[in-house]
């Protein structure tokens, strides 16, 4: 990548971070991602010989170390990769309050099931292993049908089904899940409105919301005038200082 000819501090710093899906896998190392596959499961639109040229630059600039352990490469942020985090958390901020509009091309079941693996909030799950099947209306067959099994030690995300009893059921539009995960609307409205279908025993069905905690930027004050009705289960202020950061 060329160079902006600029002794700014800001252009400098976007020689390196306004390639291509840089920022998103610095998003993903954030978040708790360390190896190859981790990473891409975060980003599932980008090629893999593309994220192994991202990753050797990011690894050149010394915001990122490749380090080998045993059989396996793990991917770690530096000093300097941690300090990004304020910078990805403050896009983040941004772009829920001034660009809250999200396109058909923008909804991704691998990537909504990825963000929702990381945010189970175990302690709230019910003891052992629980299944959960989510069932997406209108999205091509090989995408449509996914499981979560939870246990206390992680959550796992299976695309095939991995065989276990299935504690509850979800069914629903791609759109009005990840309008749910985002922040835009809440679960008791999205199961009202027909677009978030929960089946199982009924004390699971309405425990279900409890074990997810939302996208990180979910509770980002919007706009008066761009915040969507409807999300009246959920409240909304976050404290100037009370933002949890990016994190695993």
Not at 144 to 155: A, D, E, I, K, S
Not at 185 to 207: E, H, K, N, Q, Y
Request: proline residues 8%; charged residues 30%.
């Amino acid at each position: 990548m060329g160079t902006y000819g600029q002794f700014c501090p800001v252009a400098k710093a976007l020689e390196l971070l306004d390639e291509r899906w840089t920022v998103l896998i610095i998003r993903e190392l954030l978040s708790g991602s360390r190896h190859f596959n981790e990473i891409r499961r975060g980003v599932p639109k980008m090629s893999p010989a593309l994220l192994t040229t991202r990753l050797q630059r990011l690894a050149r600039a010394g915001v990122v170390d490749r380090v080998v352990d045993g059989s396996r490469v793990v991917y770690r942020l530096t000093p300097a990769g941690e300090d990004l985090r304020r910078v990805v958390e403050e896009i983040g901020y941004w772009g829920v309050r001034w660009m809250p509009e999200i396109g058909d091309e923008d909804l991704d079941p691998h990537l909504l099931m990825w963000d929702m693996r990381r945010r189970v909030d175990l302690s709230a799950v019910p003891e052992g292993r629980t299944t959960i099947h989510f069932r997406f209306r209108n999205v091509p067959a090989g995408s449509r049908r996914w499981w979560l099994v939870l246990t206390p030690g992680g959550t796992d995300l299976c695309d095939s089904d991995p065989g276990f009893p299935v504690a509850v059921t979800i069914e629903a539009d791609l759109r009005c899940l990840t309008e749910v995960w985002r922040g835009d609307r809440g679960w008791r409205d999205a199961i009202r409105s027909g677009g978030v279908a929960i089946d199982g025993p009924t004390s699971l069905r309405r425990a279900v919301p409890r074990w997810f905690e939302r996208s990180i930027f979910a509770d980002t004050p919007r706009p008066p005038d761009r915040r969507t009705a409807g999300d009246r289960d959920q409240p909304r202020p976050v404290a100037a200082g009370g933002r949890s950061g990016v994190r695993p």
